[in-house]
């Protein structure tokens, strides 16, 4: 999955500060995505875009924030209203959420808290 | 909504022997079923995928059966090898809902040589 390119790889970040994680991909997909990995645990839906200037929350909202102002760009702020942020982030697009079609990943991006 | 479980949540199998890890979902609209390999530290990669209209899917050593009355899907991994070893994860697609894919918990695969 090439096409994805998140950066970057390791973001430390500071009490009360906020941080943003960058999500470029190439493969014009109209949907994006943004999951959150705790160790030993499964993937959780921080919020989606199915189309430019368009995103929706997803199950754990609280504490993030996104913007789809170009196709290709779907950048997750992590805000200091998120108390835990320690985990591994991970971005996704498809060719369309209409579509049945899978989501491929990017590489992710390690967060932790100094 | 969609809910997806997932088991084992580790299974542990001696090379050559087969491996299955079976899927449950609630939401009877789902019709697109993807099964990611995650290694340690790396991103989920599609290994297979199936959809609503199949029963079954075979890609070399790997294959995934659909039982849509019994809303149940499994993954078959025959003849496994060490870098098999991995999380497994299934998902499925609810109709228009935005795309969003709904995950099953994992499964730790181990191979043993």
């Known amino acids: 999955d090439g096409g994805i390119t998140q950066s970057p790889k390791y973001l430390f970040r500071k009490e009360g500060q906020n941080v943003t994680l960058s999500c470029e991909q190439n493969?014009?997909?109209?949907?994006m995505y943004w999951y959150r990995q705790d160790p030993g645990q499964g993937l959780r839906l921080i919020y989606y875009s199915q189309i430019v200037n368009d995103f929706q929350k997803g199950d754990i909202a609280e504490g993030y924030s996104v913007s789809r102002e170009k196709k290709e760009s779907f950048p997750l702020t992590v805000t200091s209203a998120q108390k835990n942020p320690t985990a591994f982030y991970l971005c996704?697009?498809?060719?369309?959420?209409?579509?049945?079609?899978?989501?491929?990943f990017g590489d992710g991006t390690r967060l932790s808290i100094l | 909504g969609e809910n997806v479980e997932q088991h084992p949540s580790t299974l542990s199998v001696q090379e050559g022997d087969s491996a299955v890890i079976k899927c449950t979902y609630s939401?009877?609209?789902?019709?697109?079923f993807p099964w990611y390999k995650q290694e340690l530290g790396k991103r989920p990669q599609l290994i297979i995928d199936i959809r609503s209209n199949v029963g079954e899917k075979k890609d070399q050593r790997i294959a995934v059966t659909l039982n849509k009355t019994a809303k149940h899907f499994s993954l078959h991994i025959t003849e496994t090898q060490p870098e098999d070893s991995a999380v497994y994860f299934c998902?499925?697609?609810?109709?228009?809902?935005?795309?969003?894919?709904?995950f099953g918990q994992g499964t730790e695969l181990s191979v043993k040589p």
């Open positions: 996704a697009s498809s060719i369309g959420s209409l579509s049945n079609q899978p989501q491929h």
């Open positions: 939401d009877s609209a789902s019709n697109y």
């Open positions: 998902a499925a697609l609810p109709y228009n809902q935005g795309g969003k894919l709904i």
């Open positions: 493969l014009n997909h109209d949907a």
